[in-house]
């Protein structure tokens, strides 16, 4: 029996939360370090890896004001793409903030602390965090939340965009394959944001049905902790 030391993957996850954050002119400005610790590290399959390089060229090669606004578009505009996790699990019910919490005091028994603007659920947040754990213990985090992964992955797949080699090698390090789903499409804003109607209950939006996504259980509570913080 043949026993396989899980591959160190702390400064590939690093980068795959650099790259999935707004991408403004100090992220710029490392993306060429970005690529070179992904390439030292050599966690990530060749013909993803290739993937990745092309965004962080496109990132690098365009205008900035376009490269930003597009970002805005694709993760800001919709639900089905948004990085904020518990957006695909609990929507606007009433149990996303206790989710919130807990992920909050998870980091805070790890040692790490999110400033201020800064919400627990959001991926390049996520990343940062899951970096920090020893390589058997991200993977296995990372498995909590591939199913989340997986339907953003399609969602970008849909829109041709280059940010799903991202979601697509976070698939990979979970010891996952990505694989289709059914993406619901989005609400345009407006109805998103409408009051809602009075006396009429409160909002079940968002939560998981039998044919939806499941919610993510966080539930390691590792003590030994490795590489920088959030």
Known sequence: MSFHKPVTTSSS??????????????LRSHLMELKGALHFEKAIAPARLRELDALI????????LDIEAQYVELFDRGRSTSLHL????????????????DLAQTYEK??????????????????????????????????????????IFNALQQRSSAYASVLGALIELAGEKAYP???????????VWEEPIVFDGCSVKGQAQPDQVQPIHFVKKVSAMTGATP
Not at 13 to 26: F, I, R
Not at 86 to 101: C, K, L, N, T, Y
Not at 181 to 191: G, H, N, Q, S, T
């Open 13 to 26: 996850l690093k980068v795959l939360a650099h790259l999935l954050s707004y991408p403004d002119a100090q």
């Open 57 to 64: 060229d496109n990132l690098n090669g365009n205008d900035a």
């Open 86 to 101: 518990f957006e695909h699990v609990h929507g606007d019910s009433r149990d996303r903030g206790p989710a919130m919490i």
């Open 110 to 151: 790890a040692g790490l602390y999110l400033s201020p603007d800064e919400m627990p659920d959001y991926l390049p947040v996520v990343l940062q965090f899951v970096s920090t754990q020893p390589a058997q213990q991200a993977r296995e985090f990372l498995g909590e939340m591939a199913h989340i992964f997986n339907a």
């Open 181 to 191: 789903v059914k993406i619901v499409a989005d609400e345009p804003l407006d109805a």
